[in-house]
């Protein structure tokens, strides 16, 4: 089976076209798949569809091999897949388990991702959730750096509170005006990743409810990159939210599976 592997701010991924054949791999194969000691090694992995009234159709699975909710640098990483293999131009309009989304790329590779309208923030105790495609949960400290995101997230995730849906962590640290440093702990993959697309622009708008922003940039940097979200508010809800980062090609192979 011939694969691609991208990366999106190190949030890293297996993409296999399925737009002119259709592929399915059981979830015991994606697992084996995304392993980064016995497969090839992802965060998620992505199968790229052809559909009847957009572009294409994004199927996202998490690294254990369940089915997921939107991925916000899969589906940039898609964007430019598809464009590598000649669906797309510059423009792509697409649908995910989220609903429809727009992007462009831009000539430097970077990817412009337009996400869903959130309808608002919700505050917890002293933190937020905000659901973003996927559901997120957003805590603001004092310095990432100090944080066991794997065991404190992971507090969190299977918490009473969350452990039937689960849920992903961020911790958010405010570096400067509209920048934060960013650590996620991500569901499915349990563990932390070097970026998270929707938990980026879940935590954005988190920080905007909580400073008062009505729209502009914010800046957050990953620890494997840099990501930008744009944004506006009406009324209680964000809307034109984009979402701003590279998506990079690694490299391609073939691959049995069982």
């Not at 909580?210 to 620890?223: D, F």
């Amino acid at each position: 089976m011939k694969f691609f592997k991208y990366t999106g701010a190190g949030n890293d991924f297996i993409i296999i076209n399925s737009f002119n054949k259709d592929i399915e791999i059981p979830e015991n194969e994606i697992k084996f798949l995304c392993n980064r000691r016995f497969g090839i090694g992802a965060d998620g992995l992505m199968l790229l569809k052809k559909h009847p009234e957009f572009d294409f159709e994004m199927l996202y699975y998490n690294s254990d091999g369940s089915g997921s909710t939107m991925c916000g640098n899969g589906g940039r990483c898609i964007v430019a897949f598809a464009k590598k293999i000649g669906i797309i131009h510059d423009y792509a309009k697409f649908i995910a388990s989220d609903g429809i989304h727009e992007a462009f790329i831009l000539e430097n590779g970077t990817v412009n991702l337009k996400m869903t309208d959130v309808e608002d923030i919700n505050t917890y105790r002293k933190d937020f959730i905000c659901d973003t495609g996927s559901p997120h949960y957003i805590r603001f400290v004092d310095d990432v750096k100090k944080i066991n995101v794997f065991s404190e997230g992971r507090e969190i995730r299977f918490s009473e509170m969350f452990v039937k849906k689960g849920i992903n962590v961020n911790f958010i640290e405010t570096k400067d005006v509209n920048v934060l440093n960013i650590r996620t702990y991500e569901r499915g993959v349990e563990s932390e990743t070097l970026a998270c697309g929707t938990g980026a622009v879940a935590s954005a708008l988190a920080y905007a409810k909580k400073q008062n922003i009505e729209n502009g940039e914010i800046i957050l940097n990953a620890k494997g990159g840099t990501l930008k979200i744009n944004f506006e508010k009406s009324g209680s809800k964000y809307v034109n939210i984009w979402l701003s980062g590279p998506a990079d090609f690694v490299f391609e192979g073939d691959i049995d599976i069982k």
